[in-house]
Nanobody
Framework: QVQLVESGGGLVQAGGSLRLSCAAS????????MGWFRQAPGKERAFVAA????????YYADSGKGRFTISRDNAKNAMYLQMNSLKPEDTAVYYC??????????????????WGQGTQVTVSS
């Protein structure tokens, strides 16, 4: 089992940048695919980005393509989401998620068994 803790959220003006971090417990971090999801008020939790266990393959939702970059450092048991050119519609609670590498990455939240507590990102216009 893996435990996840997000950090890096905050308030930023439209056009600004934020870097979210996800710290994972355990010694087998590379055994997990990692992902970011977000949930805006009144909306369902939505896929943002994912990265496979080795870090060699990344996946993005259309909403973040060209603006968001997901990365991981397996030596540090950490994953990151660099968010640039932020828009008010990016406002949401951002969650870090993990699933075993043996499974397909998937973009549905119910496919991911391990979750962090979330970090709030607010983009003002």
């Amino acid at each position: 089992q893996v435990q996840l803790v997000e950090s890096g959220g905050g308030l930023v003006q439209a056009g600004g940048s934020l870097r979210l971090s996800c710290a994972a417990s355990g010694r087998t971090f590379s055994s997990y695919h990692m992902g970011w999801f977000r949930q805006a008020p009144g909306k369902e939790r939505a896929f943002v980005a994912a990265i496979n266990g080795s870090g060699g393959t990344t996946y993005y939702a259309d909403s973040g393509k060209g603006r968001f970059t997901i990365s991981r450092d397996n030596a540090k048991n950490a994953m990151y989401l660099q968010m640039n050119s932020l828009k008010p519609e990016d406002t949401a609670v951002y969650y870090c998620a993990a699933k075993l590498r043996a499974l397909r990455v998937g973009q549905k939240d119910y496919e991911w068994p391990y979750w962090g507590q979330g970090t709030q990102v607010t983009v003002s216009s």
